[in-house]
């Protein structure tokens, strides 16, 4: 078993920066690709970024290209979503996901966090 927990949501303006943390516990991450998503009210919960296990490869959907870097250090068991140059439209609950890497399908995952809202004023 894998608890994921996220941290690091808040209010910013929009073009300002957030940096969310999923920190894992239970078992160690380091076998885990590791993803985003979010949901915004209203909407189906969406893929944002992903990471395979070692680090090697990332995946960004494309309305947060350029703008969100995904990491991960698997000596701490946390993975980072650093969020820049944030828009009105990234406001959302975000959630951590381990299992699959950069599968857009919610059901195919093993294991999530309760999620940590993110809130973009404009």
């Known amino acids: 078993q894998v608890q994921l927990v996220e941290s690091g949501g808040g209010l910013v303006q929009a073009g300002g920066s957030l940096r969310l943390s999923c920190a894992a516990s239970?078992?160690?991450?380091?076998?885990?690709?590791m993803n985003w998503f979010r949901q915004a009210p209203g909407k189906e919960r969406e893929f944002v970024a992903a990471?395979?296990?070692?680090?090697?490869?990332?995946s960004y959907a494309g309305s947060v290209k350029g703008r969100f870097t995904i990491s991960r250090d698997n000596f701490k068991n946390t993975v980072y979503l650093q969020m820049n140059s944030l828009k009105f439209e990234d406001t959302a609950v975000y959630y951590c996901?381990?299992?699959?890497?950069?599968?857009?399908?919610?059901?195919?995952?093993?294991?999530w966090g309760q999620g940590t809202q993110v809130t973009v004023s404009s």
């Open positions: 996901a381990a299992g699959q890497y950069g599968s857009p399908n919610p059901r195919l995952y093993d294991y």
């Open positions: 239970g078992r160690t991450l380091s076998s885990y690709a």
């Open positions: 990471i395979r296990w070692s680090g090697s490869s990332t």
